[in-house]
């Protein structure tokens, strides 16, 4: 498995980073060479095997032992049908996956999981890229309504969904009495409570709580547009319009590209909110694939269930990743490796 | 993803020239660019604002009319939370995790990150492939077990160590993406000259290669200390009663006092207001971190 992994990433790395980088890394590390063939090279060979491990080794088994073992055990965990308590005797094989792939929860978990996927995108890209245009242009306070933007995605997520779930309590919520101070009759149990609305709901507040982050990044992929291309556009007498759908969209696409990838990774592992707001409910309507997972490992205690929930999670996470890097990424790491030189020779 | 860090250490200090060049390009806010950014910015702090503002108000006050603002202002709520030792207890173990977390994360990573970046030897792309690849793993999926490692093989179940290390554990493939191609960028030249004057590539890094690294360091730890300090799920498995961190307090307050919703706001700003003000201050870096992340 670690070999499947490792490809998606080492893809995207091997095209552009690792030319440059392994290039640069080969020539710093020449001078050095020299010398300790000099001095006698087996014994520098020897210090420097040394040093690598001295360096190299906390690092490496801090990893191993809180990120790659606990992986490892999922899958072990996932075969196995265990409470938690005693040791892993009733071996099972994939049952644990059946049940999990037949139950309707999970299934559901697994829609709105990708429902999320898609409306977060779908909702925040035109909205962050309206906002990040706004605030690109010059004027006052242009400093300050950055760092508004910003303050959502500063908060932790268990705080923002504290406040929110006081803001949606119904009736005595601030966003219940607005409504029906405007005339529109809020639902009963308020949004988060009914099914119809609650996963939309989730929703509207991640869009408050993500938008932030779509701008910022946004607004950084707005600094590296030549401005050349804007001075050329104005002799030519291009609208405003036509400016930013010709050439700052286009040349926003590495940057947009990467932010979509990050929002899905992200919306796929959704937990903190969720769990705060509704624990998945109501009815499951806003459950996902990790609320699932851990109320089957914490409340239930199934930790085989839960294990091969979570690594069906993964096997999704990392489907998505490697169609994504291939489909839509690759385009980047070839255009950064051919059309932009400018980044290689530093 | 890392393609881009590359030229990361030439980015920080940003391009004022440019963007004042840029700006001009773009003509001048008019009054309905300015309509627009208070929409934008009402829609972000009111959320925030209500919270605070209704920190101050009776629960009274709330339920007859939950737009209107303090009216007497009421104290008791803020006096209450900050006279709570709970609250206290909190804050301090957040404070220490997150220190932990930031350390650990820094000091190992740097120490990966060297030899990674700046020594050649065989098995050099495959090592820093194994970080790479913690990029991938949602940190859900490791969840289970890891509660099991920590509480039953390790003993660190409630203790700051146990929440400290895996949640460094998960910050480490950032930290190492984002610092390796810092390191490489420091002028080999440095390297070269230092190894002339007799030091040995240990005391180079010592002396050179460190106090350089400073930018870099203190993004991946503004980085780590974020990630740690805003924390849930973890936490959530592995800490209880006093050990509990400000977000498991924070939600555990707001269903034990359900009720008390202006209670709730108070508990909920002040937990705020550490974060808010460190995470302000640090905007710059936790911005170029982000871009070192995903700058296309």
Known sequence: ?346 | MTTTTLDRPTAPAGRPGRRNRRRSAFGEGGPLVYGICLVVAAVTLTPVLVGVLGGFRSNAQLANDPAGLPDPWVWTNYTGVLTDPAFWRYALNSSVIAVVTTLVVVVAGMMAAYPLARYRFPGREAVYLVFVAGLLFPAAVAIIPLFIIITRDLGLGNSWWGVALPQAAFALPMTIVILRPFLMAIPRELEEASLLDGATRIGFFWRILLPLSGPGMVTVGVLAFVGSWNAYLLPLLLLQSDMKTLPLGVADFSTEHSADTAGVFAFTTLAMIPALVFFLAMQKRIVSGLQGAVKG
């Not at chain 1, 965990?77 to 040791?87: A, D, N, Q, T």
């Not at chain 1, 977060?120 to 760092?147: D, I, Y």
């Not at chain 1, 050329?232 to 990467?258: E, F, H, K, N, S």
Request: proline share 5%.
């Open chain 1, 1 to 346: 498995m670690a070999d499947d992994v490792t490809s998606p990433t080492g893809e995207s790395t091997s095209s552009a980073t690792l030319t440059a980088a392994g290039g640069a890394g080969r020539a710093t590390a020449r001078p050095a060479r020299p010398a300790a063939n000099e001095r006698g090279g087996r014994r520098t060979d020897r210090r420097m095997w040394l040093e690598i491990a001295v360096f190299v080794t906390p690092a490496l088994a801090i990893f191993a032992a809180f990120v790659v073992w606990p992986i490892v055990k999922a899958v072990q965990f996932s075969l196995y049908r265990w409470k938690g308590y005693g040791p892993l005797v009733d071996f099972v094989g994939l049952e644990n996956y059946t049940k999990v792939l037949r139950n309707e929860v999970f299934q559901d978990a697994v829609v709105h999981n990708l429902v999320i996927v898609v409306l977060s995108v779908a909702v925040q890209l035109p909205l962050g890229l309206a906002v990040a245009l706004l605030l690109n242009r010059r004027m006052r306070f242009q400093g300050l309504m950055r760092t508004i933007v910003f303050v959502p995605y500063v908060l932790a997520e268990v705080i923002a969904g504290v406040v929110w779930a006081q803001l949606l309590q119904p009736k005595y919520g601030i966003v219940d009495s607005l409504l029906t101070a405007i005339g529109i009759t809020p639902p009963a149990q308020g949004f988060l409570g009914t099914p119809e609305y609650a996963l939309m709901t989730v929703l509207v507040v991640l869009t408050w709580k993500y938008l932030g982050l779509a701008v910022i990044l946004l607004l950084a992929g707005l600094q590296s547009v030549p401005d050349e291309l804007y001075e050329a556009a104005q002799l030519d007498g291009a609208t405003w319009w036509q400016t930013q759908r010709r050439i700052t969209v286009p040349l926003l696409g590495p940057t947009i590209r990467m932010w979509i990838f990050l929002s899905m990774v992200g919306s796929l592992q959704l937990f903190d909110m969720v769990w705060i707001l509704t624990r998945g409910g109501p009815a499951n309507a806003t459950m996902t694939m990790a609320t699932f997972l851990i109320n089957e490992g914490t409340k239930r205690s199934n930790y085989g269930i839960a294990s091969a929930a979570s690594v069906v999670l993964f096997v999704i996470a990392l489907v998505v990743a490697l169609l994504y890097q291939r489909l839509v990424l690759a385009r980047d790491t070839a255009e950064t490796a051919v059309a932009r030189p400018r980044r290689r020779t530093r």
